[in-house]
């Protein structure tokens, strides 16, 4: 795994990704509406390649998987072991095994196709270093491949 982020991967490899597991189903009530919110603006399609980046315990990636159907490809990518194992654990219930998921730095990440959608839902804003980052993601997409992302931000009032 990367350096590049070694302190979120230590961060969400310990106490918060253990709670984030253990109240995973209160967080996608709390949140869920705003990763619909994206995955409505992502216009996703059946048959698309999707990477959801900082996928966490999967709700966001279950429910893009269902958008691309059984024609499309599904790939989840988090930095949390713990969370990952939530994330498979309803993935097999829920998707037969047509999702894949990756323990990986989304930052450095060599993917290993050209998606059409790279998606996240409060995942990119943990990056250390953005542009490398969004340069790796760039290079994940296809041509006019499209980014969906929702991150929290400060109000400004001016």
Not at 53 to 71: E, H, N, Q, R, W
């Amino acid at each position: 795994m990367s350096e590049a982020n070694s302190e979120q991967i230590e961060f969400w490899n310990g106490r918060p990704g253990a709670r984030w597991v253990t109240h995973q189903e209160t967080l996608d009530r709390v949140i869920g509406p705003i990763g619909d919110l994206a995955i409505e603006r992502a216009a996703v399609a059946p048959g698309e390649r999707v990477i959801d980046v900082g996928c966490g315990c999967g709700a966001t990636t279950l429910a893009l998987a269902a958008k691309v159907g059984v024609s499309g490809s599904m790939v989840g990518v988090d930095v949390s072991a713990q969370m990952l194992s939530r994330a498979r654990a309803r993935a097999e219930q829920l998707s037969g095994g047509r999702i894949e998921l990756v323990e990986a730095d989304a930052s450095t990440h060599a993917f290993p196709f050209s998606a059409d959608l790279i998606f996240s839902r409060f995942g990119v804003m943990f990056f250390r270093d953005p542009i490398l980052a969004f340069q790796n993601l760039h290079r994940a997409l296809r041509p006019g491949g499209r980014l969906v992302f929702a991150a929290w931000s400060v109000l400004a009032f001016g």
